[in-house]
T-cell receptor, first 115, second 117 residues
Framework: ETGVTQTPRHLVMGMTNKKSLKCEQH?????MYWYKQSAKKPLELMFV???????ENNSVPSRFSPECPNSSHLFLHLHTLQPEDSALYLC??????????????FGPGTRLTVL | AQTVTQSQPEMSVQEAETVTLSCTYD???????LFWYKQPPSRQMILVIR????KQQNATENRFSVNFQKAAKSFSLKISDSQLGDAAMYFC??????????????WGLGTSLAVNP
């Protein structure tokens, strides 16, 4: 596997379910990001991890719980979601110190539907 | 706060023709980066081209070029010799050069580009 991978690609869950999204990067990066992409809205940055430490939480509801066990893996644990949480969830990674413009590389996303 | 505006929700172009996608932004900063990202139907977002604000020369990557007008805060993307594979959503994004902002990208709403054979 190369680049940034995400599993599953599609997920349908009920409001009472608990599920997790997984992201893995094979680029040697040290920063990872979760974004939410909804129709007719700009990409929303949810969480940022640098060197496994969470450095940003953009007022995300507690029903979304990120976990970064190492610099290559990022999880998003989901519980008691709402239908409005249905969206495409994108993971990205970058190397904070390699270049000043900090290009972010994206995974293919997980299409989440909450029933 | 910085904002990014893409005023064209949808655009179309004939194959082999040229199309220009618009992007304007608002910022009080003088040093920043601008990006165009492409998201094809497969959904993987990829970087198309970037521009450093301190560079006056417009960035070019093969068939993709930008028209960066710093005073006007405009950053349009020109795609020459359009190909069917160029069909995608195109997002304009801004990032401050100030490391203190955690390298946060500010995104536009995107422009959906259709390429007609």
């Amino acid at each position: 596997e190369t680049g940034v991978t995400q599993t599953p690609r599609h997920l349908v869950m009920g409001m009472t379910n608990k599920k997790s999204l997984k992201c893995e990067q094979h680029l040697g990066h040290n920063a990872m990001y979760w974004y939410k992409q909804s129709a007719k809205k700009p990409l929303e940055l949810m969480f940022v991890y640098n060197f496994k430490e969470q450095t940003e939480n953009n007022s995300v509801p507690s029903r979304f719980s990120p976990e970064c066990p190492n610099s290559s893996h990022l999880f998003l644990h989901l519980h008691t979601l709402q239908p409005e949480d249905s969206a495409l969830y994108l993971c990205a990674s970058s190397h904070r110190d390699r270049e000043s413009y900090n290009e972010q590389f994206f995974g293919p996303g997980t299409r989440l539907t909450v029933l | 706060a910085q904002t990014v505006t893409q005023s064209q929700p949808e655009m179309s172009v004939q194959e082999a023709e040229t199309v220009t996608l618009s992007c304007t932004y608002d910022t009080s900063e003088s040093d920043y980066y601008l990006f165009w990202y492409k998201q094809p139907p497969s959904r993987q977002m990829i970087l198309v081209i970037r521009q450093e604000a301190y560079k006056q020369q417009n960035a070019t990557e093969n068939r993709f070029s930008v028209n960066f007008q710093k005073a006007a805060k405009s950053f349009s993307l020109k795609i020459s010799d359009s190909q069917l594979g160029d069909a995608a959503m195109y997002f304009c994004a801004y990032r401050s050069a100030n490391a203190g902002n955690n390298r946060k990208l500010i995104w536009g709403l995107g422009t959906s580009l259709a390429v007609n054979p």
